[in-house]
């Protein structure tokens, strides 16, 4: 296992992060896992063990029970408290009330508490906003975050599933205002998805931003229990009753015919290709791997292991690749011409080298 320093922090993560969304399984949840006390135990201890010493969760996560789970965990495996980066997310309803919902000041501020107690800590790793709040003006949210890190509840703060503009214009503000600022931008991202790759990522290079993948197996469209021809997926997945998040069914045959290609040259399962390759993503920090089985799980872990060659990721890269879209294809047609100057490099030149010397 190899390990990350998070954005601009000194704090070191796994490069695979186990996930906790089939942990509970209260309410809506259950589609995605009902796992119990035992087993979650088994899927933490097995992760520890491997080296993974990054664990995510949120508030909402089977109406809270994923993070008790994960605290009851933690307290029956006996691990040092400073050897586990704990996360967690605020942002969605955890009540009836009116305020129970949003990033207020108030809401924040109650459900770092909230989510301390169930979780049995004094502090979470990281906090981070779940999405967009279009009531409350995003330096409040802010405000109120730098007073959870200055409180001691939380060592640093992220955001997950926030358009580039809003989530650097929170940066800017907590610069200027010398607040804590946000370290991290867990998103989605995978073969079957790559939409980050026009503004987050950019964004995440320019400010040092770490980026935590979620649903990097497309919610079990990567998987390998999904056939290019017939998209539709076998009876029992979990897109027959939760078909999210959403895929560009046209562009979906060519990744999974890519992705089961690579599989049968390297003997590898297709999901362990699709996470590798993740990891062959330079901007990535740390890769969010879900299981409801100590076997998937095991599956997924080994993916750590796993060196693609260069022309495996080509392969992927080409499967999967973005639409031009503006204003990207404009960018690259204006700064085609490398100025006269001998050896000069175009955009694209420059981006690629970037993104090899990263």
Same mark, same amino acid.
């Given at each position: 296992?190899?390990?990350?320093?998070?954005?601009?922090?000194?704090?070191?993560?796994?490069?695979?992060?186990?996930?906790?969304?089939?942990?509970?399984?209260?309410?809506?949840?259950?589609?995605?896992?009902?796992?119990?006390?035992?087993?979650?135990?088994?899927?933490?201890?097995?992760?520890?063990?491997?080296?993974?010493?990054?664990?995510?969760?949120?508030?909402?996560?089977?109406?809270?029970?994923?993070?008790?789970?994960?605290?009851?965990?933690?307290?029956?495996?006996?691990?040092?408290?400073?050897?586990?980066?704990?996360?967690?997310?605020?942002?969605?309803?955890?009540?009836?009330?009116?305020?129970?919902?949003?990033?207020?000041?108030?809401?924040?501020?109650?459900?770092?508490?909230?989510?301390?107690?169930?979780?049995?800590?004094?502090?979470?790793?990281?906090?981070?906003?779940?999405?967009?709040?279009?009531?409350?003006?995003?330096?409040? #949210?802010?405000?109120?975050?730098?007073? !959870?890190?200055?409180?001691? =509840?939380? $060592?640093?703060?992220?955001?997950? /599933? &926030?358009? %580039?503009?809003?989530?650097?214009?929170?940066?800017?503000?907590?610069?200027?205002?010398?607040?804590?600022?946000?370290?991290?931008?867990?998103?989605?991202?995978?073969?079957?998805?790559?939409?980050?790759?026009?503004?987050?990522?950019?964004?995440?290079?320019?400010?040092?931003?770490?980026?935590?993948?979620?649903?990097?197996?497309?919610?079990?469209?990567?998987?390998?229990?999904?056939?290019?021809?017939?998209?539709?997926?076998?009876?029992?997945?979990?897109?027959?009753?939760?078909?999210?998040?959403?895929?560009?069914?046209?562009?979906?045959?060519?990744?999974?015919?890519?992705?089961?290609?690579?599989?049968?040259?390297?003997?590898?399962?297709?999901?362990?290709?699709?996470?590798?390759?993740?990891? #062959?993503?330079?901007?990535?920090?740390? !890769?969010?791997?879900?299981? =409801?089985? $100590?076997?998937?799980?095991?599956? /997924? &872990?080994? %993916?750590?292991?796993?060196?693609?060659?260069?022309?495996?990721?080509?392969?992927?890269?080409?499967?999967?690749?973005?639409?031009?879209?503006?204003?990207?294809?404009?960018?690259?047609?204006?700064?085609?011409?490398?100025?006269?100057?001998?050896?000069?490099?175009?955009?694209?030149?420059?981006?690629?080298?970037?993104?090899?010397?990263?």
């Amino acid at each position: 296992m190899r390990y990350k320093l998070l954005g601009k922090t000194g704090l070191y993560v796994s490069e695979l992060c186990l996930g906790t969304m089939t942990f509970g399984g209260k309410g809506f949840w259950q589609v995605i896992g009902a796992l119990g006390t035992s087993e979650v135990e088994a899927l933490v201890g097995t992760s520890l063990d491997s080296g993974v010493n990054f664990i995510d969760t949120a508030d909402v996560y089977a109406e809270g029970e994923s993070e008790r789970l994960v605290g009851a965990a933690l307290k029956a495996l006996g691990r040092p408290r400073e050897q586990v980066v704990v996360a967690t997310k605020v942002r969605g309803r955890v009540g009836p009330g009116v305020n129970q919902i949003g990033l207020s000041r108030a809401h924040i501020l109650a459900s770092i508490d909230a989510s301390l107690q169930r979780l049995g800590l004094d502090h979470v790793d990281l906090y981070q906003i779940h999405g967009v709040d279009p009531v409350t003006p995003i330096e409040e #949210t802010v405000r109120a975050l730098d007073d !959870v890190v200055r409180s001691g =509840k939380a $060592r640093y703060v992220g955001f997950s /599933n &926030l358009p %580039a503009w809003l989530a650097m214009k929170a940066i800017g503000f907590a610069q200027a205002n010398g607040l804590a600022r946000f370290e991290s931008a867990q998103v989605y991202y995978s073969l079957a998805g790559r939409d980050i790759e026009r503004e987050i990522v950019p964004l995440a290079q320019s400010e040092g931003i770490a980026i935590l993948p979620w649903s990097p197996l497309a919610g079990g469209m990567l998987s390998g229990k999904f056939d290019p021809e017939r998209p539709g997926g076998p009876d029992g997945a979990r897109r027959a009753s939760f078909d999210f998040p959403p895929v560009d069914r046209a562009r979906l045959p060519r990744v999974l015919g890519a992705l089961r290609e690579v599989a049968g040259a390297t003997g590898l399962s297709v999901a362990r290709v699709a996470l590798a390759w993740q990891l #062959t993503r330079p901007f990535v920090t740390s !890769v969010i791997i879900g299981a =409801k089985t $100590r076997e998937q799980l095991a599956d /997924n &872990l080994a %993916a750590a292991e796993v060196t693609l060659s260069p022309e495996n990721v080509k392969q992927l890269d080409e499967a999967s690749a973005l639409p031009p879209e503006y204003p990207g294809w404009m960018l690259e047609w204006q700064n085609r011409d490398t100025r006269g100057v001998p050896g000069g490099q175009t955009v694209a030149d420059r981006a690629r080298q970037h993104q090899t010397n990263k």
